[in-house]
């Protein structure tokens, strides 16, 4: 969708549960000397200002980073520290901020937004050497995209969820890139919401058989959106501890729904 914006939901809750998730398998996948790619559907702008009018509206960020304080020694906490030191106290990583601090020089980013302003911005604080940015459809041009050099790495899927057709949108994509892609780990989030659209999500990934993380959020929230989910693909080795760190370095924020594999 041409309209959303995720500086209106930076730092909170869902976020910590995803970008925790994803620094952890990040420092896994590049625990050895291969190199690997990483590709991102839905980039947003990259790195977020939790000083500014978006999130101050909402207040997501206050119910989630706000009340933690990572520590650098973990792979989130180094990425908030980095990402802080170079851009300011208020910054907050997204998930390419998180993939360009962890991933290393031999290693492949590449990033697709649609939006046009979110777009720009994400030029504007990530493009560099080794990173390579795309305003195009996320689902499209990751399958256009796929196989990509070096062939092991992880693909980051998080749309919105705005349209509900985006559910059974994902699920057919997912299957389709590992069909293109067999050697490449999927990290698909989706929202919790009192509908159970994510329903949807899951059962479409049918033959594929997923780890699946749900946390609820805690304080939970008065309407919209009451926990965050995450499905992994071709799972590396460790995630099952990637999905406890989640759980334990955002425990005052995240609480366990189920965990099932």
Known sequence: ML????????????DLHKHIVLAELLARLTATARAISYLETHAGRGIYDLGAAESLKTGE???????????????????????????GPTAYPGSPAVARVLLRPDDRI????????????????LAGPGVAIHRRDGLEGGLALAPMTPRRG????????????????????????????????VLVWYPLLPAGRHAE????????V???DEVAFDPEPARGMTGSGLVLL??????????????????PVLVPVNRRA
């Open 3 to 14: 309209s959303y914006q995720h500086a209106y939901h930076a730092g909170g809750p869902a």
């Open 201 to 208: 999500l899951l059962s479409g990934l049918h033959p594929l």
């Open 110 to 125: 590449t990033l697709l937004e649609l939006h046009p302003g979110e777009h720009a911005g994400l030029r504007a604080a």
């Open 154 to 185: 992880l693909v980051l899927v998080d749309p919105s969820y705005e349209v509900k057709s985006e559910y059974a949108a994902v699920a057919a994509f997912v299957r389709r890139l590992l069909a293109k892609w067999p050697e490449v780990a």
């Open 210 to 212: 997923p780890k699946v």
């Open 234 to 251: 071709n799972a590396p080795h460790g995630a099952e501890a990637a999905f406890a760190a989640a759980r334990a370095q955002a425990a």
């Open 61 to 87: 960020a206050a119910q989630g980073i706000a009340r933690l304080d990572p520590d650098p020694a973990t792979p989130f906490g180094r990425v908030m520290a980095e990402v802080r030191d170079e851009v």
